[in-house]
């Protein structure tokens, strides 16, 4: 078994052959979702907590999905941050749960770094759906298998991400996978919104889009985070979508089977044109909706045979 | 009071500079001299060729009292000041509510005789509740027995009312303590901006907001003509506006904080509290510059910057998690890495944790001369040890070394003469 993690905390802690070994099953859970009956058992007798302390519809749906599909018990729990502030801490918000035994622990976050928090505190398994502007791993490992789906391979390529990379999680988890996987990385974005010191992660930095998009094999799109701005970043929607936005002309500048890519939801005709978006020779955004909930089927099962296995060694410790 | 004869003692002499073999000797809680013979009936204490060196004057100790006795209270302040070899505490008025009057500056002062083992003197707001706007009686905490002004942490962005502040404080002979930061920029950042903040995805400020700060306080310093000392320079970048105001004649000083002079901005690693500051920690260049400023002497005092706070403030999320560390006891045996590393001597350390601090705030300490008080500490800077938090004296448990390996344990501590502390 090359996956060995006990959390699925970032992209980071983890080695190539683990991201493939995580494609690799996610390739087999694909099929398994387009039957008619998707039911499988892995997850059987667990019970899996989506905690989400920021809003979300479709991550939360695509986990929730993704383990009943595993056969788990789900419970969603929609913390917004406000109630959280008014006393219990996250500490005690994890403890309070981890009390009541959960096996797998989904959890989004508003501030970097508090999933990790979250995850010394507990006994099972957690997965980071997201925190602050850290890593969003299920996002790059379902990109990756979108991409290797649509170009055959996850390496070599060259990967424009676009956008708001600054506030952006998803790109920080791609840049990461990418990088690990040996592809080229260009980042595209308006110098306010591009973080200082990225280029020491191996990639090159672009303003101008069209420069940026020369010879891209894969065109990723990056929401503009509006609710994680404070203002003055960009002097207008309109202008960024004329610099910024994505449409036929400046796509034609990537290469001709280049494929467009965006983590949703979409701001149409802010950073991407909508016919675009829908141009199914071209866009694969529906596509990574599907490899969303079979990475995360993946992911889940993978955690869930070490927390089997790190549990059988317990009681074989306490037998002996 | 009795007579003592320090003898097999390697002073630390930091107004000589001098770091040699010698003899002290103290009577009524006074230096008489060094390399003197034992006065007859004098108590002889053998330091075992250890170091005896003036105590430790920390410009910049948050105690919790009032409003915050759960976190440090001048007895635990005290104790572990003495343990550490702070003989002088310098204490900061972010309290609750802040030392901003005379009837709450003589509540501490009293509060501090009656409670703690060493020496504290009480910095005051230099304006109401701290909140930049209206001064404070500057007079009446001068009569009081303030000993700076200052709003600590607090950036004033009411340039014309600081101004003001600073040309009364100027009046009176006051000393002004700033927080050199450009507030907007820095607000709401735990980081500093670089490769570091944008792989954790935290909200950082750029090290430039330090010398925007410091430059717009230098030039309200070049106007009013008042007494300024910078609490905490930590980034390169600040360095050539200090230089160019010193140069000028301006009177200027300017200090740091052992963190910043020990760890870096990687050291936060995966989201680690205890590392979070005010100013945040920053790069290991913007490190060893200040290293350097300090050996040049562009920058003058390091002190602790000791922040009490409770494990419920620091059990959260860095962004909301509190900033600061307790130091009172880690002071020295974190400066000892700048010995052993071969940056700093053991003169030029204790010029800054003790002669000029004392010389800067106008306190007969810092000194191991004739007529010095007998503020002393004996230590060993080779003993090796690993940090446990939990042994600390302090009410707040918060340092960056939990666990660390460090050298350098504090032998013994006196004050005017009188044993404080022993190992």
């Not at chain 1, 999905?65 to 406000?82: E, F, H, Q, T, Y």
């Not at chain 1, 500048?253 to 675009?276: Q, T």
């Not at chain 2, 000393?175 to 670089?194: C, F, M, R, W």
Request: proline share 5%.
């Amino acid at each position: 078994m090359a996956f060995r993690a006990r959390h699925l905390l970032g992209i980071e802690p983890l080695a190539p052959l683990e991201i493939t070994s995580v494609l690799d099953l996610a390739d087999r859970y694909v099929d398994l979702n387009r039957r008619t009956v998707k039911q499988s058992d892995v997850l059987e007798g667990m019970t899996q907590i989506n905690m989400f302390f920021e809003n979300s519809t479709r991550t939360q749906a695509s986990f929730e999905l993704a383990g009943k599909r595993l056969g788990a018990d789900v419970m969603n729990m929609s913390v917004a941050s406000s109630s959280v502030k008014k006393g219990e801490t996250l500490i005690d918000t994890a403890l309070t749960l981890n009390a009541m035994h959960p096996d797998l622990l989904v959890v989004r976050h508003p501030n970097s770094g508090a999933v990790n928090l979250l995850a010394s505190k507990v006994n099972c398994a957690v997965l980071n759906a997201g925190d602050g502007r850290h890593e969003h791993p299920t996002q790059a490992l379902l990109d990756a298998l979108t991409i290797r789906r649509a170009k055959g391979r996850i390496q070599r390529l060259t990967v424009a991400i676009c956008g708001d990379i600054a506030h952006s999680r998803v790109a920080r988890s791609n840049l990461i996978l990418l990088n690990k996987m040996e592809n080229r990385i260009r980042l595209i974005a308006p110098p306010t919104l591009m973080p200082s010191g990225v280029d020491a992660f191996g990639c090159e930095l672009f303003d101008d889009m069209r420069e940026g998009l020369k010879g891209a094999d894969v065109v990723m799109m990056l929401r503009l985070q509006k609710e994680r701005m404070d203002g003055g970043f960009i002097p207008s929607e309109r202008e960024y979508y004329h610099r910024y936005g994505l449409d036929a002309e400046k796509l034609a500048f990537a290469n001709p089977d280049a494929i467009v890519m965006h983590p949703g939801p979409m701001n149409r005709g802010v950073e991407i044109d909508g016919d675009l978006a829908d141009d199914i020779n071209r866009s694969v955004i529906q596509d990574q909706v599907e490899m969303g909930v079979a990475v995360r089927m993946a992911c889940m099962d993978l955690l869930a045979r070490n927390l089997r296995a790190e549990r059988g060694r317990q009681i074989v410790g306490t037998m002996v | 009071m009795s007579t003592l004869h320090f003898h097999n003692a390697r002073l630390i002499d930091p107004e000589t500079g001098t770091d040699a073999p010698g003899t002290l000797t103290v009577k009524d809680g006074v230096i008489l001299g060094q390399d003197g013979k034992a006065p007859k009936g004098a108590t002889l204490i053998d330091c075992g060729g250890k170091c005896l060196a003036p105590g430790i004057v920390d410009w910049g100790v948050k105690i919790g009292e009032p409003g915050e006795r759960h976190r440090e209270s001048f007895r635990s302040a005290g104790l572990a000041a003495a343990a550490g070899g702070v003989t002088t505490i310098i204490a900061r008025p972010d309290t609750l509510p802040a030392i901003d009057t005379p009837e709450t500056l003589e509540f501490v002062t009293r509060r501090a005789q009656e409670s703690a083992p060493v020496r504290i003197r009480h910095m005051a707001a230099l304006t109401k509740g701290r909140e930049g706007r209206e001064m404070t009686e500057i007079g009446f905490l001068l009569d009081a027995g303030a000993i700076a002004f200052t709003d600590v942490f607090a950036v004033s962005t009411e340039t014309k009312a600081l101004s003001r502040a600073l040309t009364y404080a100027r009046s009176l002979g006051a000393l002004v303590v700033g927080h050199p930061q450009e507030a907007a920029l820095s607000k709401g950042a735990s980081t500093t901006s670089g490769k570091f903040a944008s792989l954790k995805g935290l909200p950082a400020v750029s090290p430039l907001a330090e010398r925007m700060g410091l430059e717009r306080d230098l030039a309200l310093v070049e106007m009013t003509r008042a007494r300024y000392h910078a609490d905490q320079i930590t980034t390169a970048a600040s360095l050539p506006a200090l230089q160019r105001a010193k140069a000028a004649g301006l009177d200027v000083t300017a200090g740091t904080s052992i963190h910043h002079l020990t760890l870096n901005e990687f050291d936060v690693g995966d989201y680690r509290t205890f590392f979070k500051f005010t100013p945040p920690l920053r790069s290991e260049e913007d490190r060893q510059a200040i290293i350097a400023a300090l050996a040049d002497g562009t920058i003058d005092v390091i002190a602790s910057f000791h922040t009490p706070a409770d494990e419920e403030s620091k059990r959260l999320p860095f962004e909301e998690a509190a900033a600061g560390a307790v130091a009172l006891e880690t002071i020295l045996p974190a400066a000892m890495r700048l010995y052993h590393g071969g940056h700093l001597s053991l003169p030029a350390l204790f010029r800054a944790m003790a002669l000029n601090p004392a010389q800067r705030l106008g306190l007969p300490q810092g000194r191991i001369s004739e007529d010095a008080p007998a503020d002393l500490v004996l230590f060993d800077p080779d003993a090796p040890f690993q940090m446990d938090r939990f042994a600390l004296r302090s009410k707040s448990k918060n340092t960056p070394f939990d666990g660390a390996r460090m050298e350098g344990k504090v032998l013994a501590t006196w004050v005017a003469g009188a044993q404080v502390f022993t190992a």
